[in-house]
């Protein structure tokens, strides 16, 4: 399977801790975004990477959030001392880059806060 | 306003009928847009990807970009059962290499 792998689907956490969510794109894409869906609402943008650069990150919460594509390894987004606000589906894209190249998602991580 | 706006219906449709699913957008800066399809606990999956105005036709699907208006639309000739699912609209000014902004999404079913 070529396409966009996500991991864990599904995880569950307790107030406090840290939640680590990881992205490996598809083959060829050094481009990764992150978006958020809560329920009843649309995908929100989140950060754009690329290698070891983070692009554009409008869409981060200021604090707890952080995001990293190093030069070896998936994608991670990270969130620490969670909240049940956090609870939502995680999805993350990839492209090629380049105006003409959509994105592709991944099936998304499932974050539950306890 | 809302950048993007999409009747998040539900939408019921018998077999065989023709779906039209539409957005309205305020940003003129919006040249790509996409339709994305999203199957419960799934991610969503790119259906069409157009630039500019027009129209693109892909099997049963066709999708119509009209700038002028700001509107876009999506419809699905001959609908079966399997095209029950969550239709995503979304654009943005570059395409593939920015974020994306998207509709809330519209629940269509198609029945037996």
């Known amino acids: 399977n070529a396409g966009v792998m996500q991991n864990p689907r599904h995880l569950v956490r307790r107030r406090g801790q840290e939640a680590r969510l990881r992205c490996s794109p598809m083959?060829?894409?050094?481009?990764v975004y992150w978006y958020r869906q809560l329920p009843e609402e649309g995908l929100k943008f989140m950060v754009y990477?690329?290698?070891?650069?983070?692009?554009?990150e409008s869409g981060m919460p200021k604090e707890r959030f952080s995001a990293e594509f190093p030069k070896e390894g998936p994608s991670i987004l990270r969130i620490q001392q969670v909240v049940r606000g956090d609870s939502a589906a995680y999805f993350c894209?990839?492209?090629?880059?380049?105006?003409?190249?959509?994105?592709?998602f991944g099936d998304g991580t499932r974050l539950s806060i306890l | 306003q809302k950048e993007v706006e999409q009747d998040p219906g539900p939408l019921s449709v018998p077999e065989g009928a023709i779906v039209s699913l539409n957005c309205t957008y305020s940003?003129?800066?919006?040249?790509?847009f996409m339709w994305y399809r999203q199957y419960s606990r799934k991610g969503p999956e790119l259906l069409m990807y157009?630039?500019?105005?027009g129209n693109k036709e892909d099997g049963r699907f066709t999708a119509q970009v009209d700038k002028s208006s700001k509107y876009i639309s999506l419809f699905i000739r001959d609908s079966q059962p399997s095209d029950s699912a969550t239709y995503l609209c979304a654009m943005s000014p570059q395409g593939g290499s920015e974020k994306l902004v998207f509709g809330k999404g519209t629940k269509l079913t198609v029945n037996p």
């Open positions: 083959k060829g894409h050094s481009h």
């Open positions: 940003n003129s800066a919006f040249q790509y």
């Open positions: 894209a990839s492209s090629s880059g380049g105006a003409g190249w959509p994105q592709h």
């Open positions: 157009t630039y500019s105005s």
């Open positions: 990477l690329q290698k070891e650069n983070i692009i554009d």
